[in-house]
Structure formats: C-alpha cells, structure tokens
C-alpha cells in the first residue's frame, strides 16, 4: 500500500506525518502502548491496546529505522490498522494526525511551567524519528540537528536526543530550556519534538508532575484522559 492515496498534499507542508506522530495520537486517544523486541521479524515492535488490554494495533517502534523497510508503506499500514480500530478511514485518521500536531487537547491548557521538562528524563535524554530529523532538516534547523546524535546499528540507525557534540553524552539537562523574564521557556517550543509534545504521557506521569494542565482538566472534566500538550 502506498501513502499518498490517504494524505492530503497540503498536510505534508504543515509536518511530516509519521509513525511517531501516529503514536502521540494514539495516546490521545487513550490507547496504551508497549515496546518489546519480536523474535520473528528481529525488530522493536510497538504494541497499542484499548484501556481493557485488548491489542489494536501493531507497528515497528517509530524510533528504529530498520534498513530496507519502506517507512512510508509502514506508516500507510499502521493508519489503515489504527483506522479499523478507531472506526475510521485512514485518511481520516492522517488528518486527525495532522490536525493533533499543533492542537491540545480540549480543555488542556498547557501552562508552559516546564514541570515535565525538568522532571522527567526522557524529556531530553531520549529517542526522535528519522521523519523528526528530516523534518529539522527541511527546515534549516541545523541548531536543533546540533544536539542531535546519528547511531549506527547492524540492523538499524537510532537518532538520539539531546546530546552534548563536545562529549557525546547525554546533557543532564535540556539544552533548550531557557530562563527568560524569570520563567523557563522551550527555545525551540514551536518545532519541538513529538516526545515533548505528548507530555504528559499518562494520568500516573501527570500527577506525579503535579502537571498544572492536567489537575485543572481533571477538576473540570474528569473522564478525560489527560495525555499530550
Ligand atoms: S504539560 Fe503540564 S507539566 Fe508540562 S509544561 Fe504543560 S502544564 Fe507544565
Ligand atoms: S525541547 Fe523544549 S519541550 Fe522538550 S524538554 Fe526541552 S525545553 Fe522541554
């Protein structure tokens, strides 16, 4: 299968869909989703269930960008998986994706008060998609592509974020997180990654950050999940 009958030209110049932009959506949606490595096809395999445990969908961990897999055949699978699950077309799940990229969630406000940046390590000490990296590429952000270290796998090439380029360590803090006018603010707030825009990831990280967003939704509409910014 290939993508393009599903994705509307437009979408594309907004933001590279793609799996890992699928994932913050799902998220949303309030599937939960487990990573565990597949004997049978050698790869890192992401596993979405419903809030019951019942599986989904499946798809190759956004992460891992395995030689010789067309990502776009993946990414077009994964919609069309995620679509029957969610009892949509998948072109009405790419432009849901699309469309969350930017969004918050109804009644999540995000107060920018950097809880999650400073407490949470994955925050800065993790993993980005290649589509993230070709995406800063496309826009000239070679400041972000800076802190951005390329590691090459038998198998596979993982993209690592942030690093130090002096020590090739992870930075114990996140690089971009600025004070200015006596607040903390994302330096590069309006082309952060996916990770930093689907905090928090669950209702147990939110009220471990005392995610100010979060309590606010949750007092106000406590059925709702609570997941992403
Ligand atoms: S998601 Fe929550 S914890 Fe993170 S910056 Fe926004 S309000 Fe603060
Ligand atoms: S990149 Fe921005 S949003 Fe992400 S952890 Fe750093 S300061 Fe926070």
Request: aromatic content about 8%.
């Amino acid at each position: 299968m290939t993508l393009a009958p599903c994705l509307p030209a437009s979408l594309t110049l907004a933001m590279p869909l793609s799996l890992s932009a699928l994932e913050k959506y799902l998220l949303r949606r309030g599937l939960v989703l487990t990573d565990g490595y597949d004997a049978a096809s050698r790869r890192v395999i992401t596993r979405a269930c419903d809030s019951q445990g019942r599986p989904a969908l499946t798809y190759v961990h956004p992460a891992y960008d395995y030689h010789g897999l067309d990502r776009g055949a993946l990414l077009a699978g994964a919609l069309a998986a995620a679509g029957e699950a969610l009892g949509m077309s998948p072109r009405a799940v790419a432009e849901a994706v699309a469309a969350d990229f930017a969004a918050q969630p109804e009644g999540f406000a995000c107060r920018r008060c950097a809880a999650c940046c400073t407490g949470l390590r994955d925050a800065y000490q993790g993993r980005v998609s290649r589509e993230e990296v070709d995406w800063w590429r496309l826009l000239g952000r070679e400041d972000v592509l800076r802190f951005v270290s390329r590691q090459e796998r038998p198998d596979y090439v993982l993209y690592a974020a942030w690093v130090n380029p002096k020590t090739g360590g992870h930075f114990k803090r996140c690089p971009w997180l600025r004070t200015e006018g006596g607040r903390k603010v994302c330096h590069i707030h309006e082309v952060r990654p996916l990770k930093c825009r689907s905090f928090p990831l669950s209702r147990e990280q939110a009220e471990r950050l005392h995610c100010p967003a979060f309590e606010e939704q949750a007092e106000m509409t406590p059925a709702l999940p609570g997941v992403g910014r």
